[in-house]
């Protein structure tokens, strides 16, 4: 079983997941809170929302994120399917 690590305001892709069989953690967009409730998830699910605007990408994890804008629930199992 898969750990993803979901943020919150995407019930639908965590519960989906979770229906699935998955092992899903919700956390907040604040850095602290992510680092220390993601040090053992497999992937990462993001809204999307908060991309910086100069395009410069810097995270505290080696752990693959998914960015969920646009993506129905199933798209997002088939990229966490994908990193395997």
């Given at each position: 079983m898969?750990n993803?690590?979901?943020?919150?305001?995407?019930?639908?892709?965590?519960?989906?997941?979770?229906?699935?069989g998955?092992?899903?953690?919700?956390?907040?967009?604040s850095?602290?809170?992510?680092?220390?409730?993601?040090?053992?998830?497999?992937?990462?699910?993001?809204?999307?929302?908060?991309?910086?605007v100069?395009?410069?990408?810097?995270?505290?994890?080696?752990?693959?994120?998914?960015?969920?804008s646009g993506?129905?629930?199933?798209e997002?199992?088939?990229?966490?399917?994908?990193?395997?």
């Open positions: 898969k993803i690590g979901v943020q919150k305001g995407l019930s639908p892709i965590k519960d989906y997941l979770s229906s699935k998955y092992n899903v953690q919700e956390f907040d967009t850095a602290e809170n992510a680092v220390k409730s993601l040090g053992n998830v497999d992937a990462i699910v993001v809204t999307g929302m908060d991309q910086n100069m395009g410069i990408e810097t995270t505290s994890t080696k752990v693959p994120i998914i960015d969920a993506m129905v629930p199933e997002v199992e088939q990229s966490i399917n994908r990193l395997s």
